[in-house]
């Protein structure tokens, strides 16, 4: 197999315009860039495809960022026809690139047979290559390189400068190279962040003979679970790939488990209600309106993919008497599919069965060698994402695991063994407080432990499912997907609101806020003191990295925007001057600055209406003109959601007291004229000063507001 080790990785991009090509590799500190431009009437001509060739035919392991889709598929081009691009005058070459560039861009509109011709010229395999985007892209969600870039807190943002037919000039050519290198840069830069995702696929293409290296998860899962069915089937995966079980409609009833029972009235009039609902538009999303629940003082969401609490704000703590217990079902979906035998209808069901068996014995296998050995601990987490994606996989028309009817029996049986937890433990006097898809929170009594974990015992047996043990010393909710709770070790674990950052394929939102909230929840330490002073320690944590320990900096204020092509412009605002920007945009909110707009159908929509902003898509070093207000208001806000506290605009305070202020001096002036004058005019004097007595007692109530 092909060396895919990164250490000799070039991580590179193509650029192409009608009359300019140009490619730029990278491979630690050693840069190659080859450049095919006519010139303009002479002027700046070059031609380096002989030198370009050369280098492709040596056959290094080049990394892009949708290279499948884009890049590798215009040097395959080259590499295919090079006997006769070589004696080709170098406008038509680039001319010709650029044809077959436009032609990848609107592929969705080609005919045929010039799609067939991308299609072929993308299985090619010149050079051993990987796709990042591939690999970080989580089914169809993907973000584009300078999102990426965005998130890794790269030093430059910037957008293609010219449309890609514009005809280059020759004093554009160096701009457009040093697009091109920042771009090749911030590959690069995505690609050591991924490193570890990568090894991972190098280690189990190398394990399962295929090659790996840039899937995605779900493809993986994919391949692992045709190699396994495969060989225990003894048959090739193409004798079954074809296969799938369609449905149209499902009745709620025919997919309920036989141990699934309640013991109150209020469960069993609820299930009894949900049997003869029918799940329609199966082949879509599916749809299905499956009323609420109320059980306990809690209200309960129950759809087709899963269960969660209605849950309000909160600070939820432990005292001397009392405990916070997270109960987790363990390995959930797969224990569900092999305890309960779900197979879809067209395959043999021992055959499946034993296969997915086989696949969650071995991880676990694997993952307990993994403590001493490094490959088993890759080869663990390959397996972990394969056993993960069956689940999924029965409700992917496009796969030989299609039958919905499995992913409702899993879905629907999962929240219905939930809710006989919850109705047990309800009925013991053990207060429910949260619950989501794959667990339930309590706060109940120490003195209650050992009923609680005699309530979960009774049900682990009937269920077939376990349960795993958290203790929490605290638990704080905005609601039931953005949440911060602290282990009883001291570890921290967040959502939502609470995440700095969510990896590279999350939105990229002043991530300032989110560390403040942390540091006042698990510290107490108030925002002031995080908020305005770069270097403060916080832990990182994200998809790739799990307690990365990090000081803040001016990234951490940072906001972002992609505007989309149904806008036709963005504008910034600085003053009477009105300047056009690019779509990619890195900005803080700022004292000074302008005002963002992004404008549709001639009407400028603001990005951001409480603060002015200074654009950062290029780093700076300081000072800064940050608005510290704005992000302590945020923080604020959020701190006065969740601790049931109303929240009060400190500028529109400011500003009340300002124009009291004013009242006041008007008033006193007003009190004096009238109070020297005599006898005659204390009846008017007495007014004033009533007037400014209820200016003070407003002054009063609203000047702690501001301190």
């Given at each position: 197999m092909e060396d895919y080790n990164l250490d000799r990785a070039w991580t590179y991009d193509l650029e192409s315009f009608p009359n300019f090509f140009s490619c730029i590799a990278k491979h630690k500190e050693e840069v190659r860039t080859y450049t095919i431009y006519p010139g303009v009437e002479g002027i700046g001509e070059v031609n380096e495809l002989i030198a370009l060739l050369e280098f492709l035919e040596t056959r290094p392991l080049l990394v892009g960022f949708n290279s499948f889709n884009y890049d590798n598929v215009l040097l395959h081009y080259l590499l295919t026809y090079q006997q006769a691009l070589k004696v080709t005058p170098t406008e038509k070459i680039v001319r010709t690139l650029n044809n077959l560039s436009q032609a990848i861009i609107g592929f969705d509109d080609l005919e045929e047979e010039p799609r067939k011709v991308i299609k072929d010229l993308r299985k090619m395999d010149y050079f051993p290559s990987i796709d990042v985007l591939e690999v970080i892209r989580e089914g169809y969600n993907t973000k584009s390189?300078?999102?990426?870039?965005?998130?890794?807190?790269?030093?430059?943002?910037q957008d293609l400068p010219h449309h890609y037919l514009h005809e280059v000039q020759p004093d554009e050519v160096e701009g457009i190279l040093s697009y091109d290198l920042n771009d090749v840069v911030g590959t690069e830069e995505i690609m050591h962040h991924i490193a570890p995702r990568l090894e991972m696929r190098r280690v189990l293409s190398e394990k399962f003979g295929t090659p790996m290296y840039s899937d995605a998860d779900s493809k993986i899962g994919k391949t692992i679970l045709d190699t396994f069915y495969a060989q225990e089937s003894g048959k090739p995966i193409e004798t079954i790939a074809r296969k799938r079980t369609h449905r149209t409609t499902l009745r709620i009833g025919d997919l309920i488990f036989p141990w699934v029972k309640f013991t109150t009235p209020t469960l069993n009039t609820y299930l009894d209600s949900l049997r003869d609902l029918w799940i329609t538009d199966i082949n879509e999303k599916g749809s299905c309106e499956i009323p609420p629940l109320s059980f306990g003082g809690v209200e309960y969401v129950v759809a087709l993919g899963g269960i969660h609490s209605v849950d309000g704000p909160g600070v939820f703590e432990t005292t001397e008497e009392s405990i916070l217990l997270d109960l987790d079902v363990a390995s959930q979906y797969p224990n569900c599919i092999l305890n309960n035998k779900v197979s879809p209808q067209h395959l043999d069901s021992s055959t499946f069965l034993r296969v997915y068996q086989r696949i969650v014995t071995q991880r676990l296998e694997a993952k307990k060698q993994g403590k001493t050995d490094k490959a088993q601990k890759v080869v663990?987490?390959?397996?972990?994402?394969?056993?993960?994606?069956v689940y999924g996989l029965m409700n992917f028309q496009y796969y030989w695991l299609y039958d919905p009817k499995c992913t409702y029996q899993v879905t629907l049986n999962n929240q219905f063994s939930l809710l006989m937890l919850i109705e047990a433990m309800t009925q013991k006097g053990i207060q429910v407080i949260s619950a989501n898809t794959d667990g339930i929170l309590l706060q109940t009594g120490k003195c209650n432990l050992e009923l609680v974990r005699q309530v979960y015992r009774e049900w682990e047996q009937v269920t077939g499912f376990t349960l795993e043990e958290t203790f929490y010393s605290k638990y704080v909710r905005r609601d039931v997907n953005n949440y911060l709770s602290i282990k009883e070790d001291g570890s921290v674990k967040v959502k939502g609101v609470f995440i700095p950052q969510g990896g590279v394929l999350k939105g990229y939102d002043k991530p300032i806020v989110a560390i403040a909230l942390r540091k006042y929840f698990t510290e107490g330490v108030d925002p002031k003191e995080v908020i305005g002073k770069m270097g403060v320690p916080y832990t990182f944590s994200n998809l790739y990295v799990e307690g990365e320990?990090?000081?803040?900096?001016?990234?951490?204020?940072?906001?972002?925007?992609?505007?989309?092509?149904?806008?036709?412009?963005?504008?910034?605002?600085?003053?009477?001057?009105?300047?056009?920007?690019?779509r990619t945009l890195r900005y803080y909110a700022s004292?000074?600055?302008?005002?963002?707009?992004?404008?549709?159908n001639g009407a400028p929509q603001t990005l951001l209406s409480s603060s002015p902003v200074t654009l950062f898509n290029d780093y700076e070093e300081g000072p800064y003109d940050l608005n510290l207000q704005y992000y302590l208001d945020e923080v604020e806000k959020l701190i006065c959601t969740i601790e049931g506290r109303e929240w009060i605009d400190r500028s529109k305070v400011q500003a009340k007291v300002e124009k009291l202020k004013?009242?006041?001096?008007?008033?006193?002036?007003?009190?004096?004229?009238?109070?020297?004058?005599?006898?005659?005019?204390?009846k008017v004097?007495?007014?004033?000063?009533?007037?400014?007595?209820?200016?003070w007692e407003e002054l009063h109530t609203l000047t702690p507001y501001l301190t």
């Open positions: 390189l300078k999102a990426v870039m965005v998130n890794l807190k790269f030093p430059r943002i663990a987490e390959g397996l972990k994402i394969s056993a993960n994606s320990e990090r000081v803040t900096d001016i990234y951490d204020y940072a906001l972002s925007v992609k505007i989309g092509k149904m806008y036709e412009e963005v504008q910034y605002h600085v003053g009477p001057e009105i300047l056009p920007m690019q004292n000074g600055g302008g005002q963002l707009f992004k404008v549709k004013e009242r006041e001096t008007k008033s006193l002036t007003l009190y004096w004229g009238y109070h020297t004058k005599g006898k005659t005019h204390l004097a007495q007014g004033c000063r009533e007037n400014l007595i209820k200016i």
